[in-house]
């Protein structure tokens, strides 16, 4: 204590000046640098006096999980997966080509069907008090046994109720009543730079808050078309799949379900499922056992700035039709290629990746209302939405021999065999392209398939020049072409001495 007091002192006697003021001194008898410094301390007191304290208003997590963290829950899975018998192969030789068949002659056949036991944790969280919880469908992908335990310590053997792999959502069911159960929030409320608390059981140790902030909303993850992901940074590792994300008001504004990182543990970017999404897809599996989404039927990208100048756009947005399924919900409603999507059902379409989440939300058999952008002009479309069904075709294109010369790339012809292969009427393939051209500046590229040059479709590689030629120069216009089985609308500009 001394020690401390000492050196307490020894500092202070650098500067006696200041320690020798006294209030009662008369401003007269203060030299100026010191009065100056007097009215600067004064300036500053009342400075922070009016200033805000954010210390203040930092949320109470405490208290948040005293009042929610019973409802979460630990969830254990054990399953099996097959397991090789060492120095057999698990595959039958006699299914493999000629060439290789025989270096495995005299080996055994195939292993026998033998499965070695996998097991695994996560989180999730009561959203009745009859006990249905709400997790990850991944976390319990597979199991054989799924064990839900409260944080009371008490263990229940639930029943998967069912899982829908495109959201990630699964529904569990375990024999109680008067359980204690989560308030759900409205993801649609959430902000960035909102404080939310994570808790789950990271690597098995349960119960384990982690606090950050939503660092963005409506994020569109790749593979994962009809989830808006809320990304925080609240920490979240494996095992914490399937826990609740927290609002500051103790209501459950999302489902944590996986994060982006390097090394397999957290890295500052987790993904939540919005509670809004996932109490949809839940209420389904309880309902049915399993879950639908909607279904409009196109194939759409996102808008950048060349592509909004071509088609008469001020600056990017909405989503652009690239190809219509036929017989589709979108096909029904009159949808048409280079149609920019501005607003599906009230919601506007910033970004192509924000029209699956609306078209998923909607209840096949619901009549809704599209904005579309067509030659300018807004239109607005009815169409009925149809349960999503999926049937996608891959082809490639084959070289034929005639020949012509474009912009800066060579086309050429499609037979009749590559045009049923490719599903397209017309079209001609993209055999060469010069870097510097046009159309290598475009984006074109071998193996593309150009379907419409300016909205008109391209019978011919003589109908493409003559597309070519009607247009003046120094002007961007929409090329849709086919690339390994897709559609994409690409932006041409026209050197300044066409037509």
Avoid: C
């Avoid at 499965?115 to 944790?121: A, D, E, L, T």
């Avoid at 001609?428 to 419409?452: F, K």
């Amino acid at each position: 204590m001394s020690t401390n007091y000492a050196a307490n002192t020894s500092v202070a006697s650098q500067y006696p000046h200041e320690l020798e003021q006294r209030p009662s001194a008369p401003a007269s008898s203060v030299p100026g640098t010191l009065y100056r410094k007097g009215l600067l301390g004064l300036g500053m007191l009342s400075f922070l006096a009016a200033t805000p304290s954010w210390a203040s208003e930092l949320p109470d997590f405490q208290s948040l999980v005293e009042q929610e963290g019973d409802a979460v829950v630990k969830i254990a899975v054990t399953g099996s997966r097959p397991a090789n018998v060492q120095g057999m192969p698990n595959f039958d030789p006699d299914e493999l080509p000629e060439y290789l068949r025989r270096f495995f002659e005299g080996a055994p056949g195939p292993a026998p069907q033998q499965r070695q036991p996998v097991g695994g944790f996560g989180s999730g969280f009561i959203v009745s008090e009859d006990g249905y919880v709400i997790t990850n469908a991944h976390v319990v992908d597979g199991a054989d046994s799924i064990v839900v335990s409260l944080e009371n310590r008490r263990q229940y053997q639930a029943e998967l109720v069912g899982a829908d792999a495109a959201s990630d959502i699964a529904v569990l069911k375990i024999d109680g009543d008067e359980l204690p159960v989560v308030t759900v929030g409205d993801s649609d409320e959430l902000d960035v730079g909102e404080w939310v608390l994570a808790i789950g059981s990271p690597f098995g140790f349960e119960h384990t808050a982690t606090q950050g902030i939503v660092s963005a909303v409506a994020r569109s993850l790749p593979n994962d078309t009809y989830v808006p992901f809320i990304q925080t940074d609240a920490a979240v590792n494996p095992g914490n799949s399937g826990g609740p994300l927290f609002n500051t008001d103790g209501e459950v504004v999302g489902v944590n379900s996986q994060i982006y990182s390097r090394s397999g543990g957290y890295q500052g970017l987790s993904f939540a499922i919005p509670i809004n999404v996932a109490m949809s897809i839940a209420d389904q599996i309880r309902d049915t056992g399993f879950a639908t989404r909607g279904w409009l039927g196109v194939t759409i990208q996102d808008v950048d700035q060349a592509l909004a100048e071509s088609f008469g756009l001020v600056r990017p947005e909405g989503a652009l039709v690239a190809d219509i399924a036929p017989g589709s919900p979108a096909s029904a409603a009159g949808v048409q290629r280079g149609d920019i999507i501005l607003d599906f059902n009230g919601d506007d379409v910033e970004y192509s990746s924000t029209l699956p989440p609306l078209v998923g939300s909607v209840r096949p058999g619901t009549r809704v209302d599209m904005v579309v952008l067509r030659d300018g002009e807004k239109q607005t479309l009815p169409v009925t939405i149809e349960p999503l069904e999926q049937d996608l075709t891959q082809a490639s294109v084959a070289p034929t021999t005639e020949q012509s010369q474009l912009l800066g790339m060579t086309v050429q012809p499609l037979t009749e065999q590559e045009r049923d292969s490719l599903g397209v009427e017309a079209g001609v393939v993209v055999t060469e392209v010069e870097s510097a051209s046009a159309a290598g500046s475009a984006g074109i590229v071998p193996g593309d398939v150009i379907v419409s040059f300016d909205r008109e479709v391209v019978e011919s590689a003589d109908a493409l020049e003559a597309l070519i030629d009607g247009v003046d120069g120094d002007t961007r216009v929409p090329v849709l072409v086919q690339r390994q089985g897709s559609p994409m609308f690409l932006a041409l500009e026209l050197p300044a001495e066409n037509g």
